[in-house]
């Protein structure tokens, strides 16, 4: 068939009914992506095939790990960077559409992760059949990356499954199941993973149609006056969760949809040239900056054995009881512990919703249910490969536990505080192993916030840490190691905001207006909210604890509301009162005017704890302190990060900002050491 031509990443064989077996597996890659080199091998052999066609095509992986991962996106960070993107994007076309117009059928045999270029891969083919397995997830995700589908996915997937299906898939970039993508059309038929290759020759000695129900929706829903009108809805709903100017990709993506018309030839030179003018932005160069960020954490867990399966958790608040749930739902098996089994229960209800949430079915639910015990005794120490201590910010306290619980520990197991802001120099001194203990820093909600912070201390041993990496993703979180000073990394950061906020918040400006202050500059939720959220007293006590090494005080309004007993969101009453989990926001006077310096006021204080972070090397390198912030607070991820926004912004600029607001309103806005560092100058 391909006589004289040896293919690198590409393997072929013909079975005895003339139908093509095409197996994807990229040379010297642990997984798929889609090079040039991919596909220009990929052209060469669609090329020679439509010469003389076989009865079928099947494509499937060489890879048991997945499918396709998508475009090689180092390789789309090196067209972006010579001016080359819409070659490569109009290259890709070319070769989806040569495959799209083989004259034979051509079946997509999709098992494990299905991502971007995969699926716009799979949509050229005339069908696609996807394994059942729990591991089978179809997406185009690319809208996070600052991008939208542009090998001519966002032309081809509307006018599947229907526009209103696939536009949704596509703004959200979330993914779907086997069982998902059969429902909405995307996928033709459903098999188990040993029998893809036969199902999909199925389809090809057997063809069938479409639903009737399928090709009406596809038709109606992406003729002219429907786009004309569904188009401006989405706009509307695509604008309350995302600015313009921050996100242009989800706008950039329905005008384009809205503009193409029923010849595929115009909707992928619109497409085409849509996401090359969108990958030149700077939200572009920041997110997929943030995707390789993310990369790095989860490598940083690689390479080690954790040896851990027994998780003790003492302390079954809040924090302790979701961690325990959380390393109960990742398969290992846990121990909670508490005063009385009255602290206990909450935990144990709570685990129960995420775990019928996440898990879904009874068979599934039961075994995760079964792995979370309560242990008021504490027995379960003795038998525990780490133990988690989440008890109240007390240092004498936590100190005491460890003295009492550290002669149960077997000799090879981990003992973690998840203090959110005591330094560990101080919490170690009462350990008499200190170098198996470190600091295992949650966020709340711990089911939602996917940074753990790795803290540190002088007598740490090196194996101890790399095996918390390993368990970190075990349990799917990703790590940032960081030094053990108050506040590590995030609290330290994220602190001055918070004050400073609460500060203007006692000086009359409203809780509302500071909050859309923040959430225009990008933040996911504005402090006021966010101190509510997190708790007042939980705030004013690691506040309290950052206070004298940052130079900061606790501003009146937040002692006085929690001196008063409000804590916020858990209590159902703190700067704002809440219901049903929302937050009451009184009414602004529509004539009110917010302060013109109120962003630097919120913002700066944080780039400015985050430039003293990295002068003082609490994490390794900026790339790891843009990463905890985002991954950890939330911070502006089109923003690149603290470190990334200074740079962008100019650091002379905003130091000079910062002198300003200084002169203004005291010495907390003094620029911090760091700011002459050569680091924030590196791009």
Known sequence: MFEGLRFQHWQSARDEDGIVVLTLDRAGSPVNALSRAVLDELSEIVERLSFEPPKGIVIRSGKTVGFVAGADLKEFESFEKTGTVLDALENGQRVFQKLSRLPCPTVAAIHGYCMGGGTEMALACRYRVASRDPSTRIALPEIKLGIFPGWGGSARLPRLIGAPAALEMMLTGRNASAANAKAIGLVDALTSPELLVDAAKELIRHPRSRAFTQRATAWATNIWPARQILAPILVKQTAAKARKEHYPAPFALIETW?????????????????????????????????????????????????????????????????????????????????????????????????????????????????????????????????????????????????????????????????????????????????????????????????????????????????????????????????????????????????????????????????????????????????????????????????????????????????????????????????????????????????????????????????????????????????????????????????????????????KAKLDALAQKYGERFKARPGWASAALRNT
């Not at 775990?355 to 005794?377: G, M, N, Q, S, W």
């Not at 013109?596 to 900026?622: F, Y």
């Open 258 to 654: 809205r503009r193409g018309g029923s010849n595929i030839g115009q909707r992928l030179k619109l497409e085409a040239r849509a996401v090359a003018k969108l990958a030149a932005t700077p939200t572009a160069h920041n997110l997929i900056r943030v995707f390789f960020l993310q990369e790095r954490l989860k490598s940083l867990g690689g390479g080690a054995e954790h040896g851990i399966r027994h998780v003790h958790v003492v302390g079954a608040g809040v924090m302790g009881g979701d961690i325990a749930a959380w390393c109960a739902l990742r398969g290992f098996d846990v121990t909670l512990q508490d005063r009385e089994m009255k602290y206990v229960q909450p935990a144990l209800d709570r685990a129960k919703e995420l775990f019928t949430k996440r898990l879904k079915t009874p068979d599934r639910i039961d075994p995760a249910l079964a792995r979370l015990r309560a242990d008021v005794e504490g027995s379960g120490i003795a038998s525990a490969d780490l133990a988690i201590e989440a008890i109240f910010e007390n240092l004498a306290a936590k100190q005491d536990l460890y003295r009492k619980t550290e002669p149960s520990l077997k000799p090879d197991a981990l003992l973690a505080t998840n203090t959110s802001s005591i330094p560990l120099n101080e919490l170690r001194t009462a350990v008499h192993k200190p170098a198996r203990f470190l600091g295992l820093h949650y966020f709340n909600p711990v089911a939602l916030m996917p940074l753990i912070e790795i803290v540190r201390h002088d007598e740490l041993d090196a194996a101890t840490e790399k095996r918390a990496l390993a368990f970190c993703k075990a349990i799917d979180k990703l790590p940032v190691p960081v030094a053990g000073t108050p506040g590590f990394l995030v609290n330290r950061i994220l602190m001055p905001y918070m004050l400073e906020a609460a500060r203007a918040y006692s000086e009359g400006i409203p809780g509302p207006v500071i909050d859309k202050t923040a959430k225009k500059f990008g933040m996911p939720m504005g402090p006021i909210e966010l101190i509510d959220t997190v708790g007042l007293d939980v705030a004013a006590s690691v506040g309290a604890e950052l206070g004298p090494f940052l130079g900061l005080d606790i501003p009146p309004g937040l002692s006085e509301l929690v001196n008063s007993g409000k804590r916020g969101k858990k209590d159902d009453e703190g700067f704002y009162k809440w219901e049903n989990g929302k937050p009451k926001k009184p009414e602004v006077d529509p004539h009110y005017v917010a302060p013109d310096d109120l962003e630097d006021r919120l913002i700066l204080p944080l780039l400015n704890e985050a430039v003293a972070c990295l002068n003082d090397k609490i994490v390794d390198d900026a790339d790891l302190l843009d990463a905890g912030v985002i991954f950890g607070t939330g911070f502006a991820p089109f923003r690149g990060g603290p470190i990334q926004h200074v740079r962008d912004s100019g650091v002379d600029a905003l």
